[in-house]
């Protein structure tokens, strides 16, 4: 694969943020809010994860989850390589769980991971949010024929690439409209194709060490009040069960894909809040 990185380059900056996207997304997607974390002093880095943005990837059809949680350990490992700065890693959407994982790998390369949404597909409360047709029931009812695709490297159903918009609620992407359908139209984005291996051995996948295992690095949950998507309670039962310090703060106002006000704000003054935990300075604001 060739990965492609959408960078900010601030080699003053006290630390670093890496963004990861989720379905649908792509780096593009999140330069608004890179420009944000960049002018409160963040030097940004964000990559668009495989099958998704300009990355470019030899064998599209051959993608599964799995590849993704190696892509952005092998990342955090380069990273912590080449540079010592602290390192906070935000995740959006299912990005969050993604960057919890690849973080539970490589613990010492992220020194705060913060998270918009920690979708777990081992808990059931969160399989409403995986099908747009019948929710948690469709998602019980197709498990057994899944399954042969989480397991099978190489069946060719599993290489079968479909619209993530046949499978997944994209219309709840954002409660704007006018977005949700940007990003459901967006070829890099919403708009792609998904190899239905990579939807299986995501909907069986588990979180790289159980939460009550997971130590070392802070989390801060800044979930939207108004996700129609994966509503907070769906996070929430996986936050309260990691063993390491946690934070909740509400984005109240916004969406799936946090962009309203004034919950845009108060994800600006947590990273803010972040990069002054991470460095040791006294300014927060």
């Not at 069946?155 to 690439?161: F, Q, S, T, V, Y």
């Not at 299986?200 to 939207?224: D, G, K, N």
Request: hydrophobic residues 45%; contains cysteine.
């Amino acid at each position: 694969m060739r990965v492609h990185f959408a960078r900010i380059p601030r080699p003053d900056a006290g630390a670093r943020l890496l963004l990861l996207h989720g379905a649908g997304g792509h780096s593009g997607a999140l330069w608004p809010l890179a420009a944000l974390a960049a002018d409160r002093g963040f030097d940004v880095l964000a990559p668009d994860l495989p099958g998704y943005g300009l990355t470019e990837v030899p064998n599209p059809g051959a993608i599964t989850y799995p590849h993704w949680v190696d892509c952005v350990a092998d990342l955090l490992r380069e990273q912590t390589a080449a540079d010592a700065r602290p390192l906070v890693l935000l995740g959006g959407s299912m990005g969050g769980l993604l960057g919890y994982s690849a973080s539970a790998r490589v613990p010492d390369a992220v020194d705060h991971l913060l998270v918009t949404c920690l979708l777990d597909p081992s808990n059931p409360i969160c399989w409403p949010a995986l099908s747009r047709w019948g929710g948690a029931f469709s998602v019980r009812a197709l498990r057994p024929l899944l399954a042969p695709l989480a397991r099978a490297n190489g069946h060719a159903l599993a290489r079968c690439r479909v619209p993530i918009r046949w499978i997944a609620p994209m219309k709840a992407i954002a409660n704007q409209p006018a977005l949700a359908r940007l990003c459901m139209n967006d070829v890099r984005g919403g708009g792609s194709r998904v190899p239905l291996g990579f939807l299986a051995s995501f909907l069986f996948s588990m979180p790289e060490v159980a939460p009550e295992a997971f130590h070392r690095i802070p989390v801060t949950l800044v979930h939207p009040t108004e996700d129609h998507w994966t509503p907070t309670a769906m996070s929430l039962a996986f936050l309260q069960r990691i063993a390491a310090p946690t934070r909740y703060v509400p984005l109240q106002g916004c969406g799936h894909f946090p962009v309203e006000e004034p919950g845009l704000t108060t994800l600006v003054e947590v990273l803010q809040e972040t990069l002054a935990q991470v460095t040791g300075s006294t300014e927060v604001g």
